[in-house]
T-cell receptor, first 109, second 116 residues
Framework: KQEVTQIPAALSVPEGENLVLNCSFTDSAIYNLQWFRQDPGKGLTSLLLIQSSQREQTSGRLNASLDKSSGRSTLYIAASQPGDSATYLCAVIGGKLIFGQGTELSVKP | GAVVSQHPSRVICKSGTSVKIECRSLDFQATTMFWYRQFPKQSLMLMATSNEGSKATYEQGVEKDKFLINHASLTLSTLTVTSAHPEDSSFYIC????????????FGPGTRLTVL
């Protein structure tokens, strides 16, 4: 049974810092991995989708990497801003989406 | 980009009543939609897979008679919470898979259900 774990559960950083969010999964037989952002009381916004054949994807200040063999993915956020404050969820796709529990990020001005 | 809507966004009901939540793909067709629920500070848990024109597939532990799913068209799936109880209070989110791009699920904005 696939299990997805995100560390840390919560993170608070000052504005301008670069940061890394971690996601690990137990079964490497996945199709894709996707990172989402969720603002309080809102739905999900897709940030990056990494296909199983890819190692990383970049969008603006965001860079996501995928290492299937070790069952890990990271989301790198450069030059963080207060507007980046949200919960970040990773999900592995192997037929269904299995979500991690999320990392709650707070960027202080 | 692909848009998925949910209606209502918030609903408060009395215990014992039934509540219907709609999920619509606005600019694409979706043979498959998914229903998730999310408790506060927790992740999304898949409840069921909704397939257009056929019965939904429920995850283990989800009561199909309590959470009725209907996917009558390529753009609409509905989730009905029957005889709702306070423990059904949750955030319900749907997603839809674009027929032309099956790699990606597009998520709705969610529905906050509160059962008094």
């Amino acid at each position: 049974k696939q299990e997805v774990t995100q560390i840390p559960a919560a993170l608070s950083v000052p504005e301008g810092e670069n940061l890394v969010l971690n996601c690990s999964f137990t079964d490497s037989a996945i199709y894709n991995l996707q990172w989402f952002r969720q603002d309080p009381g809102k739905g999900l916004t897709s940030l990056l989708l990494i296909q199983s054949s890819q190692r990383e994807q970049t969008s603006g200040r965001l860079n996501a990497s995928l290492d299937k063999s070790s069952g890990r993915s990271t989301l790198y956020i450069a030059a963080s801003q207060p507007g980046d404050s949200a919960t970040y969820l990773c999900a592995v796709i192997g037929g269904k989406l299995i979500f991690g529990q999320g990392t709650e990020l707070s960027v202080k001005p | 980009g692909a848009v998925v809507s949910q209606h209502p966004s918030r609903v408060i009901c009395k215990s014992g009543t039934s509540v219907k939540i709609e999920c619509r793909s606005l600019d694409f067709q979706a043979t498959t939609m998914f229903w998730y629920r999310q408790f506060p500070k927790q992740s999304l848990m898949l409840m069921a897979t909704s397939n257009e024109g056929s019965k939904a597939t429920y995850e283990q532990g989800v009561e199909k008679d309590k959470f009725l799913i209907n996917h009558a068209s390529l753009t609409l799936s509905t989730l009905t919470v029957t005889s709702a109880h306070p423990e059904d209070s949750s955030f319900y989110i749907c997603s839809a898979v674009d027929l032309s791009n099956t790699d990606t699920q597009y998520f709705g904005p969610g529905t906050r259900l509160t059962v008094l």
